[in-house]
């Protein structure tokens, strides 16, 4: 059988939004409205962060599901987006704190937007992770709306305008500390430290320049960095039911964080033997014909990390190299420059 085949008759794939602000806390959306966009996007579910707030109403809305969970969030740094959790966690200045409060509570967590840039070019003050000591239950790697703040630079009419309408060629690709973090993280374990791709949709009405501003509309955000998850069964009518498959998703990391702006299909990324093929977030064994493999669009530039080594770096639309030793492997594809894939890793065991 066919890579492809198996690939297509095992698993079924949905698109989600991570990290999303409601009228509830600095958003200006309510879950009818967000819902609506969402499904406009092409998505199949969303997970509304407010900051410190967990009573949005959770369910199937215009045929998306809605699951809430909170953006813990201190004033100045460690914001933390939790999951799986049923009562509002108090923010903590200690993300040690924080991590510990969600893990009582039976949820799990993401380190938020770890490292915003210090050398913003405007108004808007960065809020990081102040100790990579910690260890979060996930990383956050990609986060659309701070890569935006990263790169706006309000000095001048001019500049803000660009900003403004180029909003998406200054969303580039994840911050590479971030992405270090990460693989440290993961090195510290078997287990896998899964990562997410944030939109941080808020849809601000900004009303500082001449013209009233949104910034930026929730469909404009969830077209781009989306959250694929692989299920070996289709989501379930029940949302109870569907809530649970999404997040043991999030939480396995079985899942690919795509920018949907960058280029318009879903890449497959896999590690496969003559006895089985897995995806982000799963374990395979090592045999003497494993190989990892990487399906994608025309004109991408494929990376292979092997517990946080580059071990391949090539252009092609089909990248397959053969897997010698145990350990974590993760893909990076990019395009024209922009970051366009990242998945979780794999494990050879
Ligand atoms: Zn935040
Ligand atoms: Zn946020």
Same mark, same amino acid.
């Given at each position: 059988?066919?890579?492809?085949?198996?690939?297509?008759?095992?698993?079924?794939?949905?698109?989600?939004?991570?990290?999303?602000?409601?009228?509830?806390?600095?958003?200006?959306?309510?879950?009818?409205?967000?819902?609506?966009?969402?499904?406009?996007?092409?998505?199949?579910?969303?997970?509304?962060?407010?900051?410190?707030?967990?009573?949005?109403?959770?369910?199937?809305?215009?045929?998306?599901?809605?699951?809430?969970?909170?953006?813990?969030?201190?004033?100045?740094?460690?914001?933390?987006?939790?999951?799986?959790?049923?009562?509002?966690?108090?923010?903590?200045?200690?993300?040690?704190?924080?991590?510990?409060?969600?893990?009582?509570?039976?949820?799990?967590?993401?380190?938020?937007?770890?490292?915003?840039?210090?050398?913003?070019?405007?108004?808007?003050?960065?809020?990081?992770?102040?100790?990579?000591?910690?260890?979060?239950?996930?990383?956050?790697?990609?986060?659309?709306?701070?890569?935006?703040?990263?790169?706006?630079?309000?000095?001048?009419?001019?500049?803000?305008?660009?900003?403004?309408?180029?909003?998406?060629?200054?969303?580039?690709?994840?911050?590479?500390?971030?992405?270090?973090?990460?693989?440290?993280?993961?090195?510290?374990?078997?287990?896998?430290?899964?990562?997410?791709?944030?939109?941080?949709?808020?849809?601000?009405?900004?009303?500082?320049?001449?013209?009233?501003?949104?910034?930026?509309?929730?469909?404009?955000?969830?077209?781009?960095?989306?959250?694929?998850?692989?299920?070996?069964?289709?989501?379930?009518?029940?949302?109870?039911?569907?809530?649970?498959?999404?997040?043991?998703?999030?939480?396995?990391?079985?899942?690919?964080?795509?920018?949907?702006?960058?280029?318009?299909?879903?890449? %497959?990324?896999?590690?496969?033997?003559?006895?089985?093929?897995?995806?982000?977030?799963?374990?395979?064994?090592?045999?003497?014909?494993?190989?990892?493999?990487?399906?994608?669009?025309?004109?991408?530039?494929?990376?292979?990390?092997?517990?946080?080594?580059?071990?391949?770096?090539?252009?092609?639309?089909?990248?397959?190299?053969?897997?010698?030793?145990?350990?974590?492997?993760?893909? %990076?594809?990019?395009?024209?420059?922009?970051?366009?894939?990242?998945?979780?890793?794999?494990?050879?065991?």
């Amino acid at each position: 059988m066919l890579l492809e085949e198996k690939v297509a008759l095992n698993t079924y794939r949905y698109c989600g939004a991570i990290h999303i602000h409601t009228h509830f806390s600095d958003g200006t959306g309510n879950v009818d409205s967000i819902s609506k966009a969402a499904k406009q996007a092409g998505l199949d579910w969303i997970i509304i962060t407010d900051h410190n707030y967990i009573d949005a109403e959770e369910g199937i809305y215009n045929g998306v599901y809605v699951i809430k969970g909170e953006e813990i969030s201190p004033a100045t740094c460690n914001h933390y987006l939790a999951f799986g959790i049923n009562k509002l966690i108090e923010p903590d200045n200690d993300s040690r704190i924080n991590i510990s409060n969600v893990r009582i509570a039976g949820g799990f967590g993401f380190a938020a937007h770890p490292d915003e840039s210090l050398e913003r070019k405007n108004k808007w003050c960065p809020i990081r992770w102040d100790n990579k000591d910690t260890s979060p239950d996930g990383v956050e790697i990609w986060n659309w709306f701070s890569s935006w703040g990263d790169n706006l630079d309000d000095s001048s009419i001019l500049t803000l305008a660009k900003s403004y309408f180029f909003k998406h060629k200054m969303v580039t690709k994840p911050c590479s500390e971030t992405l270090k973090w990460w693989d440290k993280l993961n090195e510290k374990t078997s287990r896998i430290i899964p990562a997410i791709g944030g939109a941080d949709a808020h849809a601000l009405k900004v009303y500082d320049y001449v013209i009233p501003l949104t910034i930026f509309p929730y469909k404009t955000c969830f077209k781009a960095i989306t959250n694929v998850i692989s299920l070996d069964n289709v989501l379930s009518d029940n949302f109870n039911i569907a809530k649970s498959q999404i997040l043991e998703a999030v939480k396995s990391g079985n899942n690919v964080i795509v920018n949907r702006n960058v280029c318009k299909g879903l890449p %497959e990324i896999t590690v496969s033997n003559s006895e089985n093929t897995v995806s982000c977030g799963e374990f395979i064994k090592l045999t003497e014909d494993t190989f990892m493999e990487v399906l994608s669009e025309k004109g991408t530039y494929v990376k292979i990390i092997h517990d946080g080594d580059i071990i391949a770096d090539k252009s092609a639309k089909r990248c397959r190299i053969p897997i010698t030793k145990t350990g974590k492997y993760r893909a %990076e594809i990019s395009y024209k420059g922009r970051g366009y894939a990242y998945s979780n890793p794999i494990i050879v065991i």
